[in-house]
Structure formats: structure tokens, C-alpha cells
């Protein structure tokens, strides 16, 4: 018997925050569905023996039941028009969220293109995108490809879709292909689209502060994740570009990809410390009062150990590499 719950059920509230800070293109049912499997199966097997994208998945799902008391319970007890009703009402939410994100940003974004008091030529339409994109000189100098010079004509001519990363991702729109982390997930029309989105559309231009009728606020969201970092770069990119309807898998901007690769590098292992050092600068200039933006690591303490234990083996293991280098190159 399929639960009774209705779209103002709180599972639909979850499932918009959910979306916009751990995960936003996924269908829930399908989810859960696999999710309840798994557990089964990995009673067999480790889920270190699955592909990556099912690792990513499972770590979904768990995020999922842990954020919401009670979930899993109710997915295991439940029949099977359940979890799929229950998915339903989670991706009614989180799509939800994502068209109205989509729909404000579409305006806003366009106060956000040039500094305060200037203009943009030509202008831009609020409501038809058909002129933004590569067609506009000013949103195609923010979508090239990091790398390429948009002063180029033959950049310009050739820009049509492409897998590297925007401009407008990097701090002041400067791209340093000798430290390609440098300014990376740092450009100001992000921490405009993120306070627009989580803190309130009034609080772009005012001190940081989440306000009572902000998103953030509503579900004591306290410090910025992965997911919605990656989540308004996908929005923000979207905005820019010509394209009138939101697709996960639209041919020019091939949102679903480049939502994935945002989470792929933040998710990385390997790139652990430049993550952790930029997560913690995001949560300082969003929520500056949030107890995990001042989380400062005592010299003595045994985290400072263990970080410094791990700095030393990496030197070493990368001194023997070289040394290893050396040896081969010099001893043919």
C-alpha cells in the first residue's frame, strides 16, 4: 500500500536541499532502489570491488539515509510502490529546486557580469538567452575554455561546446596553466550565485550572513559541501549560456558532464589538501560566524601529527621517485 504523503510532505523540503548540497542530477527511485540492493549485497562483498560510479552512487544513497532519521527504516519495511513513491517525492523536490534556482538566476546573473554602475554592450535580455553565450562578448569571454585566448578570433569562431573548464570558475578570471589550481572554484560570479541561492537573493551585495528566510538558514546548512559548490557552477554556467531550457544532457553545455567533473576533482583523494584548504575559504566568506570556518589545529595536537607524519612519507616517496628517475636515466 503506497504511503500517503503528499507534495507538501517534508520528504519533498529534503530532497530540494538534498539536491542542491550533496547531489542534483540523479533519479531518486532508481536510487533507492539500487541503494536497498547493495546493502544486501555488500554483506558479501566489499564495495571497494565496484566500478567508480557505483562507489559515487552508493555514497549518494548513504548520505541520503543518513541525512534523513527514519529513512531507511522506512525504505526496508516498506513495499515496493514505497521506495518508489518515496523517490519520487525526493526527485519532485530536488528537480523543483533546481527549475526554480534555474529560473532566478537566469535574471540575476546578468547584474553580475560587469562591476556596479557600468553596463553591459550590447545589452542583454532577462527573458530570451538566444543572445548570451558565445554570442555576447561578454558571457563568451566567461565561458571559454580556460586555456584559450577569447580575444582570438579563431577562438571565437571555433567555441561551440568543449570539455574544459570555464573562465569564470577561476578568481578574477585569470587562469595560470602553471598552477592550475590557483583561484580554481574562486570566481566572484560564483560567490554571487552561491549567496543568491543559499543565503538570499538580498545578501549578494551585503556582509555574509545567512538570513532567516534563506535557504541555508531554513535547513542549518552551517558550512559549504562539495555538492553545492558544484551545483552553482552548473547553474551559473547554464546561465550564461544560450540555452533556453535546462537539460542534463544538452548537447552544447553538457551540464550532467560537467556537474561530474566539478564533483569528480572535489572528490578526488589526490587532491585532498587543495579540497580541504578551499572548502574551508568558501565556508569562511559564506558563513563567517560558522564554528567550522574557524576550525584553527593546535601545533602539538595529535591531527597536526598526523598531518605532518603524512607530509613526510609523501616527500620521501616522492625523493625516491626521483632518485629512481635518476638512477634509470644515468645508469642505460
Excluded at 243 to 265: A, C, G, K, W
Aim: aromatic residues 10%.
Amino acid at each position: 500500500m503506497a504511503l500517503g504523503w503528499t507534495s507538501s510532505s517534508p520528504l519533498v523540503l529534503h530532497g530540494r536541499h538534498f539536491g542542491r548540497t550533496v547531489f542534483a542530477l540523479c533519479n531518486y527511485p532508481a536510487l533507492l532502489t539500487a541503494g536497498i540492493l547493495r546493502l544486501e549485497e555488500l554483506q558479501d562483498s566489499p564495495i571497494e570491488d565496484y566500478p567508480a560510479d557505483v562507489r559515487r552512487e552508493h555514497r549518494v544513497f548513504m548520505d541520503l539515509i543518513d541525512s534523513y532519521p527514519g529513512l531507511l527504516d522506512r525504505l526496508t519495511t516498506g513495499e515496493e510502490e514505497d521506495v518508489s513513491h518515496i523517490g519520487e517525492l525526493l526527485g519532485k523536490g530536488a528537480s523543483g529546486a533546481r527549475g526554480d534556482d534555474t529560473k532566478t538566476l537566469k535574471s540575476a546573473v546578468l547584474e553580475w557580469l560587469v562591476p556596479r554602475g557600468q553596463v553591459v554592450i550590447p545589452p542583454l535580455s532577462r527573458n530570451i538567452k538566444s543572445d548570451r553565450g558565445f554570442n555576447h562578448e561578454v558571457t563568451g569571454a566567461l565561458l571559454c575554455p580556460a586555456g584559450l585566448d577569447w580575444s582570438d578570433i579563431v577562438t571565437k569562431l571555433s567555441l561551440k561546446s568543449g570539455d574544459q573548464w570555464p573562465m569564470f570558475l577561476y578568481a578574477g578570471y585569470e587562469y595560470d596553466p602553471e598552477d592550475p589550481w590557483k583561484g580554481l572554484l574562486k570566481g566572484e560570479i560564483l560567490i554571487f550565485g552561491f549567496k543568491h541561492v543559499f543565503t538570499s537573493p538580498s545578501s549578494v551585495d551585503k556582509e555574509p550572513k545567512a538570513t532567516r528566510s534563506g535557504n541555508a538558514y531554513l535547513h542549518g546548512m552551517k558550512s559549504v559541501t562539495k555538492g553545492s559548490l558544484a551545483y552553482i557552477a552548473t547553474q551559473v554556467r547554464f546561465a550564461l549560456s544560450s540555452l533556453s531550457v535546462f537539460s542534463r544532457t544538452d548537447t552544447v553545455t553538457d551540464s550532467e558532464n560537467f556537474y561530474h567533473s566539478i564533483l569528480d576533482l572535489l572528490e578526488d583523494p589526490d587532491e585532498s589538501e587543495e579540497v580541504v584548504d578551499l572548502m574551508m575559504w568558501w565556508t569562511r566568506r559564506i558563513f563567517p560566524n560558522s564554528s567550522s570556518s574557524h576550525r584553527n589545529i593546535s601545533q602539538n595536537s595529535a591531527l597536526s601529527k598526523i598531518r605532518e607524519k603524512r607530509a613526510a612519507l609523501q616527500a620521501r616517496a616522492n625523493l625516491n621517485i626521483t632518485l629512481f628517475i635518476y638512477f634509470v636515466l644515468f645508469h642505460l
